[in-house]
């Protein structure tokens, strides 16, 4: 088949999945308004981002250690103690003990103000406050580095630090396992990759068995057009509304919640389209099994407290340890939510994320495969 | 166009233990209309999915308008048309975008498209249904705008599988006459159907299907020729009870008995003594006689004697339905 018939009939699937998605409201709703504003606002406002002020590490036992012993790092224990997320930060603890303390259970994370604190305010330098966390505590690490960094962007010395030049503190940096957090930025992160996989993963799996059951998909099969044609059309459609979802994501995360991602906007568009991608290729592998729209409604929800449990949402895979570790290395879509991570809250630049971006690829091109194989020796079961 | 549209050589199709479709070899010849006659689960849509490339068969081959089902499934399926039962259009589209995405996938260029949907919608008559949305049209006006994109890239084959379930009896008559026109015009066109008078009124040839084999092969008129031993009586005799169409039934050598008030109606396969035990039995029941006449059998006679009677369709039938 000519390259350009291949394209132009991609091309009239895509204009076809569009045409029918701008007449269905109920698509347009569920996938352009309630996923990323329900997943946004939810997370948005548990996190403390919107409505009545609730601190979910409030009470948890902390540790604050003052090696700086400066003004500043004095201002710094004020405005967090007074802040109403730390209620339980106790001063007074030397560095070693507050970390060897870790893990007993007496405390849960150890905040470190290194000497140099003020002295980097001064000269108008980066300032680092450490954050030591208790890895048995799944998702506390992140959540107390979220509160603090939420806390210390609020955080304004210039009455009492002086001559330092930038408005505010935005150059005091939480270091937490080399990972610098801002904001609502980790759940950028979470909200983006599940509303992306969510959405992805429905639109083209349930499209396909929703288009088996009404019979249009053997129609389409009956015409001379490739799979492959059927396929790209169907990814291109998928991809204008992910990257229409990114957008929204975004802007809500960044006017509503504060989040303040350390990257691009064409790197977070590029890996936040990756993800929908992989999940497309699934979605196809899936839809080549011939399920009905209710089985997969169904796989859809079990992946995503599979991917919640093993692929990094809450936990880093860093920290996952035995079989958590392996599933997780296995898993795709934890290499596209550890650059994104990586991305958004260090801002890495991409090139330097070889690994995490090989694996999605060969995750994708795995997953494109192995439904294109299928499709081809299932074509039978498909199309009656 | 080869002089054979439309030839199998040994199709079979086994869903596991089950043979579908058993053995069938048949030719249709270009520009006929050839019907598939047989009950439901016969074997007629299995078949008809086989030589649309639809699924593939198990053993044997078939060749559609000189194409190889199984070695030129694309070039096979660039010389067909298909309205069947699970084959739909998007009905979020207007019928006018469907025929314009399939126009596009089909490769005709878009002035010709144009002109092609002039032709066919004036055939029809769709008037300014051409721009409504495929779903806010009736059932008849769907079924029309699938064959309107069957018939799009004007191919040489067309199948129609169980057309007309579902229209009224106007528009089925309607379609049945385009239909023929169609083949007259040189398309072949296969028309499978259970509706036993359809093929007998419209096709050149039919074929009958029974339990995933092609019994018999023949215009109506031979088909019921074929069936020498087969004899009819229509008996005009009001107000017969249940009880007194049973008594006719249990008589010996019975194909089939049909009573729609007042015309009794019996095919039998002997014509020796008929018309006397039929007269005695009604008469000794207490029914009156108007009149009695000896008919020839209808396709739907032939149908039953050829499959071995109508207790042989019901255990079929039941059969079909248990598997389901």
């Known amino acids: ?384 | 166009m080869p002089d054979n549209s439309i030839v199998t050589k040994k199709l079979t199709k086994k869903f596991g233990q089950f043979t579908a479709v058993d053995n069938l070899n048949m030719d249709v010849r270009g520009g006929e209309l050839f019907g598939l006659l047989g009950p439901n689960g016969a074997g007629k849509t299995t078949t008809v999915r086989m030589l649309c490339t639809l699924i593939e068969p198990t053993f044997g081959t078939a060749l559609v308008a000189g194409y190889d089902i199984r070695e030129q499934a694309a070039e096979v399926r660039r010389q067909i048309g298909v309205v069947s039962d699970g084959v739909s259009l998007y009905k979020d589209l207007t019928v006018e975008e469907n025929m314009k995405l399939f126009s596009t996938l089909y490769g005709i260029p878009r002035s010709k498209a144009e002109e092609r949907f002039k032709e066919l919608t004036d055939m029809f008559g769709f008037g300014d249904k051409f721009k409504r949305l495929v779903s806010a049209l009736s059932t008849g006006w769907q079924k029309k705008t699938l064959i309107c994109a069957a018939l799009l890239h004007e191919p040489t084959v067309l199948f129609l599988d169980e057309v007309t379930s579902g229209l009224d009896p106007q528009s089925a008559r309607a379609l049945q006459d385009f239909t023929r026109k169609l083949c007259n015009e040189g398309v072949t066109v296969i028309w499978t159907t259970h509706y036993m008078a359809e093929p007998e009124k419209i096709c050149d040839r039919v074929g009958v299907v029974f339990a995933g084999r092609l019994i018999q092969v023949g215009t109506p008129h031979e088909l019921k020729q074929s069936v020498n031993e087969l004899f009819a009586l229509e008996v005009e005799t009001p107000g017969l009870s249940l009880a007194q169409v049973e008594k006719i039934r249990s008589m010996e050598d019975i194909c089939n008995v049909t009573y729609k008030d007042p015309v009794l109606r019996v095919t039998c396969t002997r014509e020796e003594g008929l018309i006397e035990e039929v007269t005695r039995k009604l008469l000794d029941s207490g029914a009156r006689i108007k009149s009695i006449n000896t008919k020839e059998p209808t396709l739907e006679e032939a149908f039953i004697s050829l499959t071995g009677g109508e207790e042989e369709i019901d255990r079929f039938l039941e059969l079909g339905s248990q598997k389901k």
């Open chain 1, 1 to 384: 088949m000519p390259a350009s018939k291949f394209l132009r009939d991609a091309l009239a699937v895509t204009a076809n999945e569009l045409r029918q998605f701008s007449r269905n409201r109920t698509a347009i709703v569920i996938s352009l308004f309630v996923l990323p504003f329900f997943f946004t606002v939810s997370l948005g406002g548990a996190q403390g981002g919107a409505g009545a002020h609730f601190s979910p590490t409030a009470t948890v036992p902390m540790a604050f250690v003052d090696n700086d012993l400066s003004t500043a790092s004095a201002r710094l224990w004020q405005m967090l103690a007074s802040s109403g997320d730390f209620s339980a930060l106790v001063q007074g603890y030397r560095e070693e003990n507050a970390i060897a303390l870790l893990g007993t259970g007496k405390i849960y994370a150890a905040i470190v103000v290194p000497q140099g604190f003020e002295a980097s305010l001064h000269n108008n330098q980066t300032a680092k406050i450490l954050l030591y966390t208790d890895d048995g505590e799944p998702g506390l690490g992140d959540q107390i580095s979220s509160t603090l960094s939420g806390d210390v962007e609020n955080f304004d010395p210039n009455v009492e630090v002086q001559p330092v030049r930038t408005a505010g503190i935005a150059g005091v940096q939480i270091i937490q396992k080399g990972v610098v957090f801002s904001g609502f930025s980790v759940g950028l992160t979470i909200v983006l990759a599940v509303v992306q996989i969510f959405a992805a993963f429905y639109e083209i799996a349930g499209g396909i068995a929703k288009e088996r059951e009404e019979g249009t998909y053997a129609r389409m099969i009956l015409s001379p057009v490739a799979l492959g044609s059927i396929m790209l059309g169907k990814t291109l459609y998928d991809l204008i509304l992910s990257a229409v979802r990114t957008f929204i994501v975004l802007g809500l995360a960044v006017y509503a919640f504060g989040a303040r991602p350390n990257t691009d906007l064409g790197t977070l568009l590029f890996l936040s389209l990756m993800l929908a991608l992989l999940t497309m290729g699934f979605g196809f592998l899936v839809a080549a099994l011939k399920l009905g729209t209710r089985a997969v409604v169904i796989i859809e929800f079990f992946l995503i407290l599979f991917l919640f449990a093993f692929s990094g949402f809450i936990i880093d895979k860093e920290l996952l340890r035995g079989i958590s570790r392996t599933i997780s290395t296995l898993l795709p879509w934890a290499y596209g939510i550890d650059a994104l991570k990586r991305t958004i809250l260090i801002g890495q630049p991409l090139l330097s994320l070889g690994t995490d971006l090989s694996a999605l690829v060969a995750g994708l091109l795995l997953f494109y495969a192995a439904a294109y194989i299928l499709f081809n020796l299932l074509r039978e079961r498909l199309a009656t």
